[in-house]
Protein backbone atom coordinates (compact mmCIF):
# COMPACT_ATOMS: atom_id res chain seq x y z
CA UNK A 1 0.00 0.00 0.00
CA UNK A 2 1.52 3.34 -0.97
CA UNK A 3 1.76 5.85 2.37
CA UNK A 4 -0.28 8.26 2.64
CA UNK A 5 1.44 11.70 2.23
CA UNK A 6 2.05 13.93 5.01
CA UNK A 7 -0.58 16.15 3.86
CA UNK A 8 -3.57 14.01 3.71
CA UNK A 9 -2.61 12.26 6.64
CA UNK A 10 -5.22 12.86 9.70
CA UNK A 11 -6.15 11.43 13.08
CA UNK A 12 -9.56 11.34 15.17
CA UNK A 13 -10.15 14.22 17.36
CA UNK A 14 -11.64 13.34 20.88
CA UNK A 15 -14.20 15.47 19.69
CA UNK A 16 -15.37 13.02 16.51
CA UNK A 17 -14.10 15.14 14.28
CA UNK A 18 -10.59 15.43 12.73
CA UNK A 19 -7.42 17.17 13.18
CA UNK A 20 -4.19 17.54 11.52
CA UNK A 21 -1.46 15.05 12.69
CA UNK A 22 1.53 16.82 14.43
CA UNK A 23 3.84 15.76 11.81
CA UNK A 24 2.04 17.78 9.50
CA UNK A 25 2.60 20.85 11.68
CA UNK A 26 5.46 20.22 11.96
CA UNK A 27 6.91 19.38 8.21
CA UNK A 28 4.63 21.70 6.27
CA UNK A 29 6.59 24.87 7.24
CA UNK A 30 9.79 22.89 5.69
CA UNK A 31 7.14 23.12 2.11
CA UNK A 32 7.58 27.25 1.94
CA UNK A 33 11.66 26.20 1.66
CA UNK A 34 13.76 28.27 -0.92
CA UNK A 35 14.37 25.95 -3.77
CA UNK A 36 17.27 23.08 -2.93
CA UNK A 37 16.87 23.77 0.95
CA UNK A 38 13.71 21.70 1.95
CA UNK A 39 15.03 17.81 2.04
CA UNK A 40 13.85 15.42 -0.59
CA UNK A 41 14.53 11.98 0.52
CA UNK A 42 15.29 9.90 4.31
CA UNK A 43 18.09 11.39 6.72
CA UNK A 44 19.76 8.00 6.21
CA UNK A 45 19.81 7.50 10.16
CA UNK A 46 20.86 4.03 11.61
CA UNK A 47 18.59 1.65 12.12
CA UNK A 48 18.46 0.36 16.17
CA UNK A 49 16.29 -1.30 17.77
CA UNK A 50 15.39 -0.46 21.11
CA UNK A 51 17.31 -3.56 23.17
CA UNK A 52 20.60 -2.21 21.10
CA UNK A 53 19.96 1.40 22.29
CA UNK A 54 19.03 0.68 25.77
CA UNK A 55 21.79 -2.16 26.01
CA UNK A 56 24.38 0.57 25.01
CA UNK A 57 23.54 3.19 27.05
CA UNK A 58 23.10 0.73 30.21
CA UNK A 59 27.10 -0.45 29.38
CA UNK A 60 28.08 2.93 28.62
CA UNK A 61 26.33 4.09 32.41
CA UNK A 62 28.82 1.36 34.08
CA UNK A 63 31.77 2.50 32.41
CA UNK A 64 32.90 4.83 34.91
CA UNK A 65 32.99 5.48 38.94
CA UNK A 66 30.21 7.21 40.32
CA UNK A 67 28.63 8.20 43.52
CA UNK A 68 25.74 5.85 42.98
CA UNK A 69 28.36 3.11 42.20
CA UNK A 70 30.68 3.23 45.19
CA UNK A 71 32.62 5.78 47.42
CA UNK A 72 33.57 8.62 45.83
CA UNK A 73 36.47 10.52 48.01
CA UNK A 74 37.27 13.18 45.58
CA UNK A 75 39.24 15.97 48.27
CA UNK A 76 37.87 19.52 47.18
CA UNK A 77 35.35 18.30 44.86
CA UNK A 78 32.50 17.19 47.09
CA UNK A 79 30.72 14.13 45.07
CA UNK A 80 27.64 14.06 47.83
CA UNK A 81 24.62 11.92 46.91
CA UNK A 82 21.92 13.26 44.89
CA UNK A 83 18.16 12.47 46.23
CA UNK A 84 16.63 10.63 43.44
CA UNK A 85 13.34 12.58 44.52
CA UNK A 86 14.96 16.41 44.06
CA UNK A 87 15.59 14.49 40.46
CA UNK A 88 11.47 14.01 40.16
CA UNK A 89 10.82 17.28 41.76
CA UNK A 90 13.27 19.24 39.09
CA UNK A 91 11.47 17.73 35.95
CA UNK A 92 7.73 18.97 37.04
CA UNK A 93 6.11 20.27 34.15
CA UNK A 94 5.99 24.05 35.63
CA UNK A 95 9.87 24.37 35.96
CA UNK A 96 10.79 22.47 33.22
CA UNK A 97 8.26 23.47 30.41
CA UNK A 98 9.06 27.19 31.26
CA UNK A 99 10.19 28.92 27.84
CA UNK A 100 13.46 31.75 28.38
CA UNK A 101 11.20 34.42 26.36
CA UNK A 102 7.53 33.39 28.83
CA UNK A 103 6.39 36.89 29.89
CA UNK A 104 6.69 37.08 33.89
CA UNK A 105 3.43 37.30 34.74
CA UNK A 106 3.10 33.56 33.51
CA UNK A 107 5.70 32.21 35.86
CA UNK A 108 4.99 33.61 39.34
CA UNK A 109 6.34 29.35 40.65
CA UNK A 110 9.02 29.85 39.66
CA UNK A 111 9.93 33.51 40.92
CA UNK A 112 8.81 32.28 44.23
CA UNK A 113 10.54 28.86 44.47
CA UNK A 114 13.78 31.28 43.09
CA UNK A 115 13.10 34.46 46.07
CA UNK A 116 12.69 31.41 48.39
CA UNK A 117 15.85 29.58 47.77
CA UNK A 118 18.14 33.14 47.57
CA UNK A 119 16.76 33.83 51.13
CA UNK A 120 17.40 30.34 52.36
CA UNK A 121 21.08 31.15 50.55
CA UNK A 122 21.23 34.28 52.45
CA UNK A 123 20.44 32.88 55.56
CA UNK A 124 22.88 30.37 55.69
CA UNK A 125 25.69 32.19 54.85
CA UNK A 126 24.97 35.44 56.05
CA UNK A 127 25.09 37.56 53.00
CA UNK A 128 22.31 39.73 52.35
CA UNK A 129 21.30 39.45 48.97
CA UNK A 130 21.67 36.71 46.20
CA UNK A 131 21.64 35.94 42.53
CA UNK A 132 20.85 32.63 40.95
CA UNK A 133 22.84 33.52 37.72
CA UNK A 134 26.25 31.82 37.71
CA UNK A 135 26.02 28.32 36.36
CA UNK A 136 28.79 26.96 38.33
CA UNK A 137 30.99 27.91 41.07
CA UNK A 138 33.98 29.17 39.06
CA UNK A 139 31.38 31.52 37.14
CA UNK A 140 30.11 32.49 40.42
CA UNK A 141 33.87 33.33 41.33
CA UNK A 142 33.76 35.81 38.55
CA UNK A 143 30.12 37.38 38.77
CA UNK A 144 31.43 38.03 42.25
CA UNK A 145 34.82 39.47 41.32
CA UNK A 146 33.17 41.61 38.58
CA UNK A 147 30.72 43.55 41.30
CA UNK A 148 34.18 43.56 43.37
CA UNK A 149 35.04 45.34 40.22
CA UNK A 150 32.52 47.62 39.42
CA UNK A 151 32.19 48.82 43.28
CA UNK A 152 35.74 50.18 43.47
CA UNK A 153 34.98 52.07 40.01
CA UNK A 154 31.65 53.64 41.47
CA UNK A 155 34.16 54.62 44.21
CA UNK A 156 36.52 56.03 41.56
CA UNK A 157 38.91 53.84 42.66
CA UNK A 158 42.12 51.83 40.36
CA UNK A 159 42.81 48.62 42.27
CA UNK A 160 44.27 46.11 40.38
CA UNK A 161 45.67 43.10 42.29
CA UNK A 162 43.33 40.47 44.04
CA UNK A 163 45.45 38.20 47.07
CA UNK A 164 44.80 34.20 47.01
CA UNK A 165 46.77 31.73 49.75
CA UNK A 166 48.68 29.24 47.83
CA UNK A 167 46.41 26.68 49.21
CA UNK A 168 43.63 28.46 47.10
CA UNK A 169 41.47 26.28 44.35
CA UNK A 170 43.31 26.98 41.41
CA UNK A 171 40.19 28.68 39.96
CA UNK A 172 40.56 31.70 41.89
CA UNK A 173 43.67 33.03 40.55
CA UNK A 174 41.94 32.25 37.21
CA UNK A 175 38.52 34.18 38.04
CA UNK A 176 40.42 37.16 39.28
CA UNK A 177 42.57 37.12 35.69
CA UNK A 178 39.62 36.86 34.01
CA UNK A 179 37.88 39.51 35.52
CA UNK A 180 40.76 42.09 34.97
CA UNK A 181 42.63 41.67 37.76
CA UNK A 182 46.75 40.83 38.77
CA UNK A 183 46.83 37.71 41.14
CA UNK A 184 49.13 37.82 44.15
CA UNK A 185 50.05 34.90 46.21
CA UNK A 186 50.02 34.62 49.95
CA UNK A 187 51.95 31.80 51.56
CA UNK A 188 51.14 29.43 54.12
CA UNK A 189 53.02 28.62 57.52
CA UNK A 190 54.32 24.88 57.82
CA UNK A 191 51.18 24.41 59.90
CA UNK A 192 49.43 25.17 56.93
CA UNK A 193 47.28 28.17 57.86
CA UNK A 194 48.26 31.48 56.04
CA UNK A 195 50.73 33.48 56.97
CA UNK A 196 49.17 36.53 58.53
CA UNK A 197 52.53 38.06 59.36
CA UNK A 198 53.17 37.59 55.14
CA UNK A 199 49.64 38.96 54.25
CA UNK A 200 50.17 42.33 56.30
CA UNK A 201 52.83 43.27 54.06
CA UNK A 202 51.37 42.67 50.70
CA UNK A 203 48.07 44.23 51.68
CA UNK A 204 47.69 48.18 50.17
CA UNK A 205 45.63 50.36 48.86
CA UNK A 206 46.10 48.54 45.27
CA UNK A 207 44.46 45.48 46.99
CA UNK A 208 41.00 45.14 45.85
CA UNK A 209 39.91 42.02 47.75
CA UNK A 210 41.72 38.29 49.07
CA UNK A 211 39.91 35.57 47.79
CA UNK A 212 39.65 32.51 51.03
CA UNK A 213 37.83 29.64 51.18
CA UNK A 214 37.72 28.86 55.41
CA UNK A 215 38.37 25.77 55.83
CA UNK A 216 41.25 25.84 53.25
CA UNK A 217 41.77 23.17 50.72
CA UNK A 218 44.33 21.61 53.16
CA UNK A 219 41.36 20.80 55.28
CA UNK A 220 41.84 23.15 57.99
CA UNK A 221 39.75 26.23 59.52
CA UNK A 222 41.89 29.26 59.35
CA UNK A 223 41.49 29.91 62.83
CA UNK A 224 43.05 33.64 62.40
CA UNK A 225 40.00 35.08 60.11
CA UNK A 226 38.77 37.83 62.24
CA UNK A 227 42.23 39.30 62.13
CA UNK A 228 42.66 38.23 58.51
CA UNK A 229 39.34 40.23 58.23
CA UNK A 230 40.32 43.50 59.90
CA UNK A 231 43.70 43.26 57.76
CA UNK A 232 41.93 43.57 54.85
CA UNK A 233 39.14 45.95 55.45
CA UNK A 234 41.69 48.13 57.64
CA UNK A 235 43.33 48.99 53.99
CA UNK A 236 40.06 49.31 51.98
CA UNK A 237 39.61 45.62 50.54
CA UNK A 238 37.04 43.50 50.81
CA UNK A 239 36.56 40.04 51.43
CA UNK A 240 35.72 37.34 48.79
CA UNK A 241 34.70 33.62 49.98
CA UNK A 242 35.04 30.55 47.99
CA UNK A 243 32.17 28.90 48.65
CA UNK A 244 33.40 25.69 47.71
CA UNK A 245 34.36 24.21 51.28
CA UNK A 246 30.78 25.27 52.97
CA UNK A 247 30.26 21.82 53.15
CA UNK A 248 32.31 21.71 56.75
CA UNK A 249 30.74 24.80 57.55
CA UNK A 250 27.04 24.83 56.65
CA UNK A 251 24.94 25.76 59.68
CA UNK A 252 27.64 25.98 62.17
CA UNK A 253 28.91 29.34 60.90
CA UNK A 254 28.06 32.34 58.32
CA UNK A 255 30.97 33.43 56.32
CA UNK A 256 29.13 36.72 56.43
CA UNK A 257 29.78 36.69 60.05
CA UNK A 258 33.31 35.74 59.71
CA UNK A 259 33.87 39.05 57.62
CA UNK A 260 33.22 38.12 54.01
CA UNK A 261 31.82 40.81 51.58
CA UNK A 262 31.05 38.54 48.73
CA UNK A 263 30.89 34.59 48.19
CA UNK A 264 29.89 32.26 45.73
CA UNK A 265 27.56 28.90 46.50
CA UNK A 266 28.58 25.22 44.87
CA UNK A 267 25.33 24.29 44.99
CA UNK A 268 26.27 21.19 42.80
CA UNK A 269 28.47 20.41 46.33
CA UNK A 270 26.70 21.58 48.86
CA UNK A 271 23.65 21.53 48.15
CA UNK A 272 23.36 18.05 46.35
CA UNK A 273 23.05 18.24 43.54
CA UNK A 274 24.81 16.42 40.28
CA UNK A 275 28.21 17.48 40.27
CA UNK A 276 31.01 17.54 37.55
CA UNK A 277 29.82 14.89 35.14
CA UNK A 278 26.45 14.53 36.36
CA UNK A 279 24.95 17.35 35.17
CA UNK A 280 25.10 21.00 35.41
CA UNK A 281 26.46 23.31 37.89
CA UNK A 282 25.03 26.14 39.64
CA UNK A 283 26.83 28.76 41.67
CA UNK A 284 24.79 31.70 43.45
CA UNK A 285 26.87 34.59 44.24
CA UNK A 286 25.54 36.48 47.43
CA UNK A 287 27.27 39.50 48.42
CA UNK A 288 26.27 42.04 51.18
CA UNK A 289 24.21 45.09 51.50
CA UNK A 290 26.31 47.88 50.08
CA UNK A 291 27.20 45.52 46.64
CA UNK A 292 23.92 44.29 46.10
CA UNK A 293 23.07 46.85 43.35
CA UNK A 294 25.38 45.72 41.04
CA UNK A 295 24.32 42.17 41.13
CA UNK A 296 23.73 41.02 37.66
CA UNK A 297 19.89 41.78 36.10
CA UNK A 298 17.29 40.70 36.48
CA UNK A 299 17.16 39.84 40.62
CA UNK A 300 14.52 38.58 41.90
CA UNK A 301 12.77 40.44 44.94
CA UNK A 302 9.30 40.63 46.69
CA UNK A 303 6.95 43.10 45.93
CA UNK A 304 4.20 43.19 48.31
CA UNK A 305 5.18 39.75 49.50
CA UNK A 306 4.98 38.73 45.54
CA UNK A 307 8.17 37.59 43.80
CA UNK A 308 9.19 38.99 40.95
CA UNK A 309 11.61 39.63 38.57
CA UNK A 310 13.72 42.94 38.97
CA UNK A 311 15.13 44.19 35.40
CA UNK A 312 15.20 47.71 36.26
CA UNK A 313 19.31 48.25 37.62
CA UNK A 314 21.06 50.57 36.23
CA UNK A 315 23.95 50.08 38.48
CA UNK A 316 24.12 46.30 37.35
CA UNK A 317 27.25 44.18 36.17
CA UNK A 318 24.49 42.96 33.39
CA UNK A 319 23.45 39.18 32.27
CA UNK A 320 25.91 36.56 33.59
CA UNK A 321 23.45 33.94 32.27
CA UNK A 322 20.77 33.63 29.79
CA UNK A 323 17.39 33.71 31.85
CA UNK A 324 17.16 32.73 35.59
CA UNK A 325 20.33 30.24 35.04
CA UNK A 326 20.12 26.11 35.57
CA UNK A 327 16.60 25.76 36.77
CA UNK A 328 16.72 22.29 37.73
CA UNK A 329 19.03 22.38 40.09
CA UNK A 330 17.86 25.20 41.55
CA UNK A 331 15.12 23.53 42.67
CA UNK A 332 17.19 20.21 43.63
CA UNK A 333 18.90 22.66 45.82
CA UNK A 334 16.10 23.97 47.41
CA UNK A 335 14.53 20.31 47.60
CA UNK A 336 17.62 19.95 50.07
CA UNK A 337 17.48 22.41 51.85
CA UNK A 338 13.39 22.11 52.85
CA UNK A 339 14.23 18.15 53.64
CA UNK A 340 17.23 18.65 55.70
CA UNK A 341 15.76 21.92 57.67
CA UNK A 342 18.10 24.20 60.14
CA UNK A 343 19.31 20.88 61.97
CA UNK A 344 19.63 18.78 59.17
CA UNK A 345 21.93 21.19 57.45
CA UNK A 346 23.84 21.53 60.55
CA UNK A 347 24.17 17.50 61.17
CA UNK A 348 25.29 17.25 57.24
CA UNK A 349 27.95 19.34 58.50
CA UNK A 350 29.01 17.96 61.37
CA UNK A 351 28.98 14.09 59.92
CA UNK A 352 31.35 15.60 57.15
CA UNK A 353 33.85 16.40 59.71
CA UNK A 354 33.14 13.68 61.58
CA UNK A 355 33.85 11.19 58.71
CA UNK A 356 36.98 12.93 57.41
CA UNK A 357 38.60 12.43 60.72
CA UNK A 358 37.39 9.00 61.24
CA UNK A 359 39.14 8.08 57.78
CA UNK A 360 42.17 10.75 58.59
CA UNK A 361 42.79 8.52 62.21
CA UNK A 362 42.01 4.95 60.74
CA UNK A 363 44.99 5.82 58.04
CA UNK A 364 47.69 7.78 59.81
CA UNK A 365 49.34 4.66 60.79
CA UNK A 366 50.28 3.86 57.10
CA UNK A 367 49.48 7.35 55.24
CA UNK A 368 50.59 9.62 57.72
CA UNK A 369 48.99 13.33 57.90
CA UNK A 370 50.59 16.36 56.86
CA UNK A 371 49.43 18.15 59.62
CA UNK A 372 49.49 17.35 63.07
CA UNK A 373 45.72 18.48 63.93
CA UNK A 374 42.41 17.74 63.10
CA UNK A 375 40.69 18.21 59.81
CA UNK A 376 37.28 19.91 58.50
CA UNK A 377 35.29 17.88 56.06
CA UNK A 378 38.60 16.74 54.05
CA UNK A 379 41.88 15.34 55.56
CA UNK A 380 45.19 15.78 53.73
CA UNK A 381 47.32 12.36 53.83
CA UNK A 382 51.01 11.80 53.18
CA UNK A 383 53.04 8.87 51.41
CA UNK A 384 54.54 7.76 54.46
CA UNK A 385 57.00 5.01 53.74
CA UNK A 386 55.32 3.98 50.67
CA UNK A 387 57.89 3.47 47.77
CA UNK A 388 55.67 3.95 44.79
CA UNK A 389 54.09 6.93 43.54
CA UNK A 390 51.48 8.17 45.20
CA UNK A 391 49.94 8.70 41.34
CA UNK A 392 49.83 5.04 40.76
CA UNK A 393 48.12 4.23 44.35
CA UNK A 394 45.37 6.01 43.30
CA UNK A 395 44.81 4.61 40.42
CA UNK A 396 44.84 1.38 41.57
CA UNK A 397 41.92 1.96 44.30
CA UNK A 398 39.79 2.52 41.25
CA UNK A 399 39.76 -1.58 40.62
CA UNK A 400 38.51 -1.68 43.93
CA UNK A 401 35.61 -0.08 44.08
CA UNK A 402 36.76 3.36 45.30
CA UNK A 403 36.96 6.35 43.14
CA UNK A 404 40.67 8.02 43.69
CA UNK A 405 41.08 10.71 46.25
CA UNK A 406 42.55 14.65 44.82
CA UNK A 407 46.53 14.84 44.95
CA UNK A 408 47.95 17.89 45.76
CA UNK A 409 50.92 19.34 43.75
CA UNK A 410 52.49 18.71 40.95
CA UNK A 411 49.80 20.27 38.95
CA UNK A 412 46.86 18.19 40.02
CA UNK A 413 45.77 20.64 42.65
CA UNK A 414 46.80 24.22 43.09
CA UNK A 415 49.18 23.27 45.79
CA UNK A 416 52.66 24.44 47.39
CA UNK A 417 55.29 22.94 45.17
CA UNK A 418 56.28 21.23 48.62
CA UNK A 419 53.15 18.63 49.48
CA UNK A 420 53.71 16.66 46.66
CA UNK A 421 52.94 13.15 47.79
CA UNK A 422 49.77 14.10 49.77
CA UNK A 423 46.23 12.86 49.24
CA UNK A 424 43.30 14.66 49.92
CA UNK A 425 40.35 12.57 50.87
CA UNK A 426 36.70 13.75 51.57
CA UNK A 427 34.30 11.12 51.77
CA UNK A 428 31.34 13.85 52.77
CA UNK A 429 28.33 12.67 55.15
CA UNK A 430 27.05 10.56 52.53
CA UNK A 431 28.78 7.85 53.49
CA UNK A 432 27.70 5.06 56.24
CA UNK A 433 30.04 3.69 58.70
CA UNK A 434 29.98 0.60 56.48
CA UNK A 435 31.01 1.98 53.06
CA UNK A 436 33.89 4.32 54.99
CA UNK A 437 35.19 0.89 56.62
CA UNK A 438 35.38 -0.61 53.08
CA UNK A 439 37.24 2.18 51.13
CA UNK A 440 39.61 2.17 54.58
CA UNK A 441 40.49 -1.35 53.97
CA UNK A 442 41.16 -0.70 50.44
CA UNK A 443 43.33 1.94 51.20
CA UNK A 444 45.20 -0.10 53.33
CA UNK A 445 44.99 -3.13 51.01
CA UNK A 446 46.80 -1.01 48.42
CA UNK A 447 49.30 0.11 50.67
CA UNK A 448 50.21 -3.37 51.48
CA UNK A 449 50.53 -4.48 47.62
CA UNK A 450 53.02 -1.75 47.82
CA UNK A 451 55.21 -3.52 49.56
CA UNK A 452 54.43 -7.33 48.46
CA UNK A 453 53.26 -6.46 44.52
CA UNK A 454 54.08 -3.30 43.28
CA UNK A 455 53.65 -4.22 39.95
CA UNK A 456 49.84 -4.27 40.80
CA UNK A 457 49.76 -0.77 41.45
CA UNK A 458 52.31 0.45 39.20
CA UNK A 459 50.32 -0.95 36.15
CA UNK A 460 46.38 -0.21 37.72
CA UNK A 461 44.18 0.41 36.73
CA UNK A 462 43.43 -3.02 35.14
CA UNK A 463 39.38 -3.12 35.14
CA UNK A 464 38.92 -0.19 33.01
CA UNK A 465 38.39 0.18 29.43
CA UNK A 466 41.44 2.38 29.38
CA UNK A 467 44.50 0.89 30.42
CA UNK A 468 47.86 2.58 31.76
CA UNK A 469 50.75 3.13 28.84
CA UNK A 470 53.63 2.00 30.07
CA UNK A 471 56.80 3.21 28.17
CA UNK A 472 59.08 0.69 28.24
CA UNK A 473 57.15 -2.79 28.50
CA UNK A 474 59.73 -5.09 27.87
CA UNK A 475 62.33 -3.60 30.55
CA UNK A 476 59.42 -3.63 33.17
CA UNK A 477 58.56 -6.74 32.42
CA UNK A 478 61.91 -8.06 33.12
CA UNK A 479 62.22 -6.29 36.18
CA UNK A 480 58.68 -7.81 37.36
CA UNK A 481 60.30 -11.49 36.45
CA UNK A 482 62.78 -10.56 38.75
CA UNK A 483 60.78 -9.86 41.96
CA UNK A 484 60.90 -12.47 44.39
Known sequence: MKPQSVESRSRPGISGGHVHDAVHDAVSPALSLPTGMARTGPIGLPELSEVDVVRHFTAASGASHGVDVGPYPLGSCTMKYNPKRNDRLAVLDGFRHVHPLQPGDSTPGLWEMMAELQEALAE?????????????????????????????????????????????????????????????????????????????????????????????????????????????????????????????????????????????????????????????????????????????????????????????????????????????????????????????LRRASEDAVLNANYVRARLEDLLPPIFAKRCMHECLLGGGSLTISPFDFVKRLIDLGVHPPSLVGAGCVHMPDRYTAGMLVEPTESESLASLDFMIEQFRRVAKEAATAPYMIETAPHTTRVAKVIKDEEAYLMRVEATP
Open 124 to 344: ITGMDAVTLQPAAGAHGELTGLFVIRRHFERRGERRTTILTPDSAHGTNPASAAMAGFRCRMVPTRPDGLLDVAALAKLVDDDVAAMMLTNPSTFGLFEEQILEISDLVHGRGGLLYYDGANLNALMGLVRPGDMGFDVMQVNLHKTFSAPHGGGGPGAGPCGVKAFLEPYLPRPVIRRVNGRAVADDDRPESIGKVKAHAGHVEVLVKALAYVLTCGPAG
